[in-house]
């Protein structure tokens, strides 16, 4: 295990957190921008919830301690197979992560869904009812005694609703009534503890057991934050307020208690201030998290989106706050991610030593977002790690070029 014995840093550098890897100095900053000083501001007034509490401790960026101990890890070229066949997927299936890059704001176009994102082009996999909803196929579950079939999936409904808010953005204004429809949808899925909840059963590769219907996921609660704070600034209908609040609350619950919040302590028990947020919660018996990168991203932006819903008040505080949490953690965890080449779905390859999980689709999505988060916060750790990772698939980062040329 390797120990670093840092308590605060503003300009300095220190030896990347994974021990070697790519042998690169990670220049750790405090981010300045205002968001993260009102989430780290005297909170005294807030009600000491154990959310709270937790938010109080939790780490922050620019802030490494002596007892905290992390993996050690150097990928080396041992994915190197691995890593060839994600970067020729990746260039075979011809992706582009500029154009979900944008100049993101809380109420605007999220990742330039109306031109980015399509549920039409796979009817096997997707349907729509008669509202003009998508209902995603899923397989048996025998050991559930599910015999598959079409469901509502909270994160599909979110993710269509805010392609419809784009497209209403963008001009389309015939979008709203099925914008509206698909919210009302996704409330009728929330329950009484503000989480949205799948109704269907699910087995997760990492897991032993399956998760049975009613189980709920981070990302579905930040995702929902982002399309709940657009939908009430489009129409002021306060239960989206009500709605998003209620969303927050169950997101911050740890998962021990049935939310979404954990901590780095599957990586090692040292780390237990990191805060992080579980697009896969742990379902007895299994003891460890695999921490999936692209639903932790999701679920940031959701809580950077939230906090400048003023109208939600202290939550919106606490979001923010929250949000400056998750960037610690992130910035933590982003290194064991690469694989040396390509970055890895989650960090089971540490946790499980097995081999990596990569998807050409989720190593795009890993790149636009860490470019999003350096837009948001102006930290320079996002931007080095995004070129890295684009540079992986575009040696020349042309398509960033390209992005940077519409701006």
Same mark, same amino acid.
């Given at each position: ?77 041992? @994915? ?8 020729? !997927? ?35 996999? /997707? ?46 204004? !015939? ?41 709920? !996921? ?7 934050? !982002? ?47 990191? /805060?992080?947020?579980?697009? @896969? ?52 965890? /982003? ?22 999980? /990569? ?49």
């Amino acid at each position: 295990m390797m120990q670093i014995a840092i308590s605060s840093i503003s300009d300095a550098k220190v030896q990347s957190q994974t021990c070697g890897i790519r042998n690169v100095m990670v220049k750790q900053s405090i981010v300045v921008v205002s968001l993260l000083l009102v989430g780290c501001a005297n909170r005294s007034h807030l009600p000491q919830t154990p959310a709270v509490i937790a938010m109080e401790n939790c780490a922050r960026p620019g802030h490494v301690f002596a007892y905290e101990q992390f993996p050690n890890y150097d990928p080396g070229n041992r @994915y190197w197979k691995i890593v060839t066949d994600g970067v020729n !997927s990746y260039l075979g299936e011809h992706y582009e992560y500029s154009i979900y890059i944008n100049a993101h704001q809380w109420d605007g176009r999220y990742f330039n869904y109306n031109v980015t994102k399509n549920f039409e082009g796979n009817p096997a996999r /997707v349907i729509f009812d008669n509202d003009g909803l998508p209902k995603v196929k899923y397989e048996a579950v025998p050991e559930a005694n599910y015999a598959g079939g079409f469901e509502y999936n909270p994160t599909t409904l979110i993710q269509f609703a805010l392609m419809e808010h784009a497209k209403y953005l963008a001009g389309d204004k !015939s979008q709203l009534p099925v914008l509206l429809r698909a919210i009302d949808k996704l409330l009728s899925m929330q329950n009484a503890s503000g989480g949205f909840e799948y109704p269907f059963p699910y087995h997760h590769f990492q897991n032993v057991n399956t998760y049975m219907p009613g189980w709920t !996921s981070a990302i579905a609660q930040g995702q929902a934050l !982002s399309l709940l704070a657009r939908a009430y600034s489009l129409t002021g209908n306060k239960a989206y307020i009500e709605a998003g609040d209620k969303a927050l609350a169950f997101l911050l619950t740890d998962t021990k208690a049935g939310g979404s919040r954990d901590s780095l302590a599957s990586l090692s028990p040292s780390l237990s201030r990191y /805060v992080m947020f579980e697009e @896969y919660p742990i379902v007895p018996p299994d003891t460890k998290s695999n921490y999936t990168v692209n639903g932790f991203i999701h679920t940031l932006i959701g809580l950077h989106d939230w906090s400048y819903v003023k109208e939600a008040g202290d939550d919106a505080t606490i979001a923010g706050g929250y949000f400056a949490c998750g960037l610690a953690t992130l910035k933590m965890i /982003v290194p064991y991610a690469d694989i040396g080449g390509f970055s890895a779905y989650d960090l089971g390859h540490v946790i499980y030593k097995r081999n990596p999980i /990569v998807n050409p689709s989720y190593h795009d999505t890993h790149i636009y977002m860490l470019y999003t988060l350096h837009n948001l916060t102006n930290d320079p750790f996002f931007k080095e790690w995004a070129d890295r990772w684009a540079m992986d698939v575009d040696p020349e980062l042309k398509y960033y070029k390209k992005y940077l040329a519409t701006k």
